[in-house]
């Protein structure tokens, strides 16, 4: 699932994470959460009370692991542990639903990773596509959703914009994730695509840095394509739609969309 950028960390960003991992639940035998007690405790001590008390535990690797075959209690701990500030930062190591033990879902904070599986839970993807339709977020595919190649380079739009190039017989790939991207402009007759990526807003500061990390960035490697080119007609229009499911899942409430000149 792809869920807006700008949102990380705030609560409209947890919050989609939970609606959706709600709805998941109904597809799910046992929900399983992997956290640091001590760090949690430090802010909320009462979740880990509650963890404590309503769920089975083990131990793994400096974490404990939670279970439950309840998912009405699974359901009711989540958003508590989501609304801890900076999850990744605050002991949330992992969430997880499974069936008969096989993992359907899993959302790992520290790298804003959540992926559910139909193979293991059938229709669970549809539930949740359905479930988060007026959420800055999208469920996309695990396969890309189009690839092509332009003048010996390849390219392959899925939850991110991989461009992979081969020099001398080596092949070096650049992703770019695309829960930054704010919109896309299409341009037909050319057969191009026009990006155009969000940014956050940060103090002057943050700013300063930025500008002068981006222009050593620039001149020692790749930054975020403004524009993608296309040699066929078929490869413009899969691209196109694909990129177009992208903005109009992260920014169909807000008024953006994807358009054309």
Not at 74 to 103: F, H, K, M, Y
Request: one cysteine or more; hydrophobic letters at 35%.
């Amino acid at each position: 699932m792809l869920v807006r950028c700008a949102l990380c960390g705030t609560p409209a960003y947890e919050s989609t994470i939970a609606t959706a991992f709600e709805a998941a639940t109904t597809h799910a035998t046992e929900a399983r959460f992997r956290v640091e007690d001590e760090t949690i405790c430090q802010d909320a001590p009462e979740v880990v009370d509650h963890l404590r008390s309503e769920f089975d535990s083990s131990s793994d690797n400096g974490a404990t692991v939670y279970r439950s075959a309840d998912l009405q209690h699974a359901t009711e701990v989540t958003q508590p542990l989501l609304n801890l500030t900076g999850a990744s930062a605050t002991g949330v190591r992992e969430v997880c639903l499974t069936v008969d033990g096989e993992r359907c879902l899993q959302y790992v904070p520290e790298h804003a990773q959540f992926t559910v599986s139909d193979a293991v839970a059938s229709g669970i993807g549809t539930s949740v596509s359905e479930t988060i339709s007026d959420k800055p977020a999208v469920l996309l595919p695990e396969t890309p959703l189009a690839e092509w190649t332009y003048q010996g380079v390849s390219f392959s739009v899925g939850t991110s914009l991989c461009i992979e190039r081969e020099r001398t017989g080596l092949s070096t790939a650049n992703c770019y994730g695309l829960g930054k991207l704010a919109d896309v402009t299409a341009a037909p007759e050319t057969r191009t695509i026009h990006l155009r990526w969000e940014l956050h807003k940060s103090s002057w500061l943050v700013d300063m840095i930025a500008r002068s990390v981006g222009a050593i960035a620039s001149a020692i490697g790749p930054t975020r394509p403004k524009t993608l080119h296309f040699e066929t007609e078929t490869d413009f229009s899969t691209a196109r739609e694909s990129l177009e499911r992208v903005v109009d899942g992260l920014h169909g409430d807000d008024g953006s969309s994807a358009h054309q000149v």
